[in-house]
């Protein structure tokens, strides 16, 4: 099936990654953030100076102990960083040699049952999320539909095609993994429409759909809202590419292996390119090598959902790019009133709308004060979903239960309203008003 997505914005920033994967980045410090997984309560099976192995349990959901979180390396516990209500935040691994790989048994699988709980014993179940909630995915409930988004629309996002260089063949494994896992369930391949979809298009026993137009056209919560929405009792589960990449590999080399690729972009970025890291690895090296000034965010994620890098800079589970661009705050004189070609704006304040597909170094500066909610039409412009965003962002607010179900809460994320807050005159923070509505309904049920 075709769609066209005409509600939508694309930014159009300086500093896309291009060409082919350099050399593999390596390090040898590691931090694992529980944070990278939402609304998991981890709790530890690890104390400093434990030695791990590539697989190993670093640490489990209180709610389900069968679902882990596995050492990407092999080292030994050095740290581990607690916050506020001793809150765990970062568990720091020293990597004792350069090992990528693991090599692990496990009997042939014959049913469903078995792929199950091979991906729970590797801790490679994690990778599978579903919505609503996007947490990780329930083992007792079968989903009404999975989905494999191949494409992304974000700023700079990367490419799946390089991404996926070389694994076209554990792509593919992992997808009959997920059809033996799941064997009545539909498989919806989703695809940009025009692109080299190769490699997608090889694949068999799935549904293959293309999208075009603007941002969020890649976003899975799209793909799910034109294809199979989510009724309240309802889930979906999805699974980026990568992930399937991984899972495939597993199986058919019977080896476990964490390691990823990622895109590093950004007006800030001195060589944008492709780079092969080991998951969870330390940064510090790679992303102060990539910007000449200090005065940078550097984001693990795009510009519009991504996560700015703390003291313990590793890229998030899920993420597949970097994204560096210039702090702002800089007061500026007369500001919004100069004529100006190099700003962006989504009301053609200035002449640089006549440029659409001129791309901008943008920075974080808001250009503008938080304040209440005006009563615009503006959400709409870049809302594709038949939802009222600024009902279900009030509902949200005032935790109206019945309004938000009624206005679609199970059919969103936080990231399907991340073009709402670029473009909201209040500058709300509108991701975190849904995450928060979100939250309120899973731990009220």
Same mark, same amino acid.
């Given at each position: 099936?075709?769609?066209?997505?005409?509600?939508?914005?694309?930014?159009?920033?300086?500093?896309?990654?291009?060409?082919?994967?350099?050399?593999?980045?390596?390090?040898?410090?590691?931090f694992?953030?529980?944070?990278?997984?939402?609304?998991?309560?981890?709790?530890?099976?690890?104390q400093?100076?434990?030695?791990?192995?590539?697989?190993?349990?670093?640490?489990?959901?209180?709610?389900?102990?069968?679902?882990?979180?596995?050492?990407?390396?092999?080292?030994?516990?050095?740290?581990?960083?607690?916050?506020?209500?001793?809150?765990?935040?970062?568990?720091?691994?020293?990597?004792?040699?350069?090992?990528?790989?693991?090599?692990?048994? $496990? /009997?042939?699988?014959?049913? =469903?049952? *078995? &792929?199950?709980?091979? %991906?729970?014993?590797? @801790?490679?179940?994690?990778?599978?999320?579903?919505?609503?909630?996007?947490?990780?995915?329930?083992?007792?409930?079968?989903?009404?539909?999975?989905?494999?988004?191949? $494409? /992304?629309?974000?700023?700079? =996002?990367? *490419? &799946?095609?390089?991404? %996926?260089?070389?694994? @076209?063949?554990?792509?593919?494994?992992?997808?009959?993994?997920?059809?033996?896992l799941?064997?009545?369930?539909?498989m919806?391949l989703?695809?940009?429409?025009?692109?080299?979809?190769?490699?997608?298009? =090889?694949?068999?026993?799935?549904?293959k759909?293309?999208?075009? @137009?603007?941002?969020p056209?890649?976003?899975?919560?799209t793909?799910?809202?034109?294809i199979?929405?989510?009724n309240?009792?309802?889930?979906?589960?999805?699974i980026?590419?990568?992930?399937?990449?991984?899972?495939?590999?597993?199986?058919?080399?019977?080896?476990?292996?964490?390691?990823?690729?990622?895109a590093?972009?950004?007006?800030?970025?001195?060589?944008?390119?492709?780079?092969?890291?080991?998951?969870?690895?330390?940064?510090?090296?790679?992303?102060?090598?990539?910007?000449?000034?200090?005065?940078v965010?550097?984001?693990?994620?795009?510009v519009?959902?991504g996560?700015?890098?703390?003291?313990?800079?590793?890229?998030?589970?899920?993420?597949?790019?970097?994204?560096?661009?210039?702090e702002?705050?800089?007061?500026e004189?007369?500001?919004?009133?100069?004529?100006?070609?190099?700003?962006?704006s989504?009301?053609?304040t200035?002449?640089?709308?006549?440029?659409?597909?001129?791309?901008?170094?943008?920075?974080?500066?808001?250009?503008?004060?938080?304040?209440?909610?005006?009563?615009?039409?503006?959400?709409?412009?870049?809302?594709?979903?038949?939802?009222?965003?600024?009902?279900?962002?009030?509902?949200?607010?005032?935790?109206d239960?019945?309004?938000?179900?009624?206005?679609?809460?199970y059919?969103?994320?936080?990231?399907?309203?991340?073009?709402?807050?670029?473009?909201?005159?209040?500058?709300?923070?509108?991701?975190?008003?849904i995450?928060?509505?979100l939250?309120f309904?899973?731990?009220?049920?």
């Open positions: 099936m075709h769609f066209r997505i005409k509600k939508g914005l694309d930014l159009k920033l300086t500093g896309e990654a291009m060409g082919k994967i350099v050399s593999p980045y390596s390090s040898h410090t590691f694992v953030h529980p944070s990278d997984f939402r609304w998991l309560t981890p709790k530890l099976t690890v400093v100076g434990d030695a791990v192995d590539i697989g190993s349990p670093l640490f489990f959901d209180k709610e389900d102990e069968r679902i882990k979180i596995v050492s990407p390396v092999n080292g030994t516990v050095t740290q581990i960083v607690r916050g506020e209500k001793r809150v765990i935040q970062t568990i720091v691994i020293e990597r004792d040699n350069d090992t990528t790989s693991r090599e692990v048994q $496990f /009997d042939a699988p014959i049913s =469903a049952e *078995d &792929y199950q709980s091979i %991906l729970l014993r590797f @801790g490679l179940w994690p990778m599978l999320r579903q919505r609503p909630f996007s947490t990780i995915a329930n083992p007792d409930t079968l989903p009404k539909a999975l989905f494999v988004p191949c $494409f /992304d629309s974000a700023p700079l =996002a990367p *490419d &799946y095609s390089v991404l %996926l260089q070389g694994r @076209g063949d554990e792509f593919l494994s992992g997808l009959r993994v997920m059809r033996n799941l064997p009545d369930v539909p919806h989703c695809m940009r429409e025009g692109a080299d979809n190769a490699l997608f298009e =090889a694949a068999e026993e799935v549904e759909h293309y999208f075009s @137009g603007p941002h056209a890649g976003n899975v919560g793909h799910i809202h034109h199979a929405p989510i309240k009792g309802e889930s979906v589960w999805y980026d590419p990568q992930d399937l990449a991984t899972i495939g590999h597993l199986f058919q080399r019977k080896e476990l292996c964490f390691d990823t690729t990622v590093l972009t950004g007006p800030c970025v001195t060589e944008p390119r492709y780079v092969h890291v080991p998951r969870w690895a330390d940064l510090s090296e790679l992303l102060a090598t990539s910007t000449p000034s200090d005065n965010r550097m984001i693990s994620g795009n519009l959902t996560k700015q890098f703390d003291e313990y800079p590793a890229i998030r589970f899920y993420d597949h790019q970097l994204t560096m661009i210039a702002g705050g800089q007061r004189f007369l500001g919004w009133l100069r004529p100006n070609l190099k700003k962006w989504f009301s053609h200035f002449l640089s709308w006549l440029a659409p597909k001129r791309p901008f170094s943008f920075n974080t500066s808001l250009y503008g004060g938080r304040r209440t909610f005006m009563m615009t039409d503006i959400y709409d412009k870049v809302f594709p979903f038949d939802i009222i965003p600024l009902s279900l962002l009030k509902a949200c607010l005032v935790k239960i019945e309004n938000m179900e009624a206005l679609g809460i059919e969103v994320d936080d990231e399907d309203f991340a073009l709402c807050e670029v473009v909201c005159p209040s500058k709300m923070e509108c991701q975190q008003i995450r928060d509505g939250f309904i899973k731990n009220d049920k």
